[in-house]
C-alpha cells in the first residue's frame, strides 16, 4: 500500500484546514508533508490523524509552521456540534467548553445555543 493511501485521513486534514504551500510526496519510502497550518490547532489535528497509523515514525517526515497564533484555531459550527463536543475534539477534554464560551462572547449569548456556520476561537491549548 502506498503511504498516501495509508495517510489519505492526514492528507485530508490539510485540505479540510486549508494549508498554505503544501507539499506532500513520498522520498525514499517516506511521505513528506510540508507546509503552513492556519493555527497551531490544524497542526496537532494533522499529527492526531498521522498518529492513527502504526509505524507512523518511521513513515512521516512533517516540518509545517504556523500562521497565526493569536489564538489556538478557529472551528466551523457543524450540524449536531455542542460546545463540549467541539471542546473534547480541539482541546482534549469536553469541560473546557466553558473557555470557548468565554471567548466566543462577541457571537454567543448561551452556551447551548451554537448554530451551523458560526466561526469560534478556539483558546489556547
Known amino acids: 500500500m502506498s503511504l498516501m493511501v495509508k495517510y489519505k485521513k492526514a492528507l485530508e486534514q490539510t485540505n479540510e484546514s486549508k494549508f498554505d504551500d503544501l ?3 513520498e522520498v525514499g519510502g517516506k511521505l513528506q508533508i510540508k507546509g ?12 492526531d490523524a498521522i498518529k492513527e497509523n502504526a509505524g507512523w515514525e518511521n513513515e512521516v517526515a512533517v516540518t509545517v509552521k504556523v500562521k497565526n497564533t493569536d489564538v489556538y484555531g478557529r472551528y466551523t459550527v457543524k450540524s ?26 462577541d457571537i454567543l449569548k448561551n452556551p ?14
Do not use: C, H
Not at 36 to 47: C, F, G, R, S, V
Not at 80 to 86: A, M
Open 80 to 105: 449536531g456540534d455542542t460546545l463540549g463536543k467541539i471542546a473534547a475534539r480541539t482541546l482534549g477534554k469536553a469541560n473546557r467548553y466553558t473557555e470557548i464560551f468565554e471567548n466566543n462572547k
Open 23 to 25: 507539499s506532500v510526496e
Open 112 to 125: 447551548d445555543l451554537i448554530k451551523p456556520g458560526q466561526v469560534l476561537k478556539i483558546p489556547q491549548k
Open 36 to 47: 503552513t497550518a492556519p493555527y497551531e490547532m490544524d497542526k496537532n489535528l494533522l499529527w
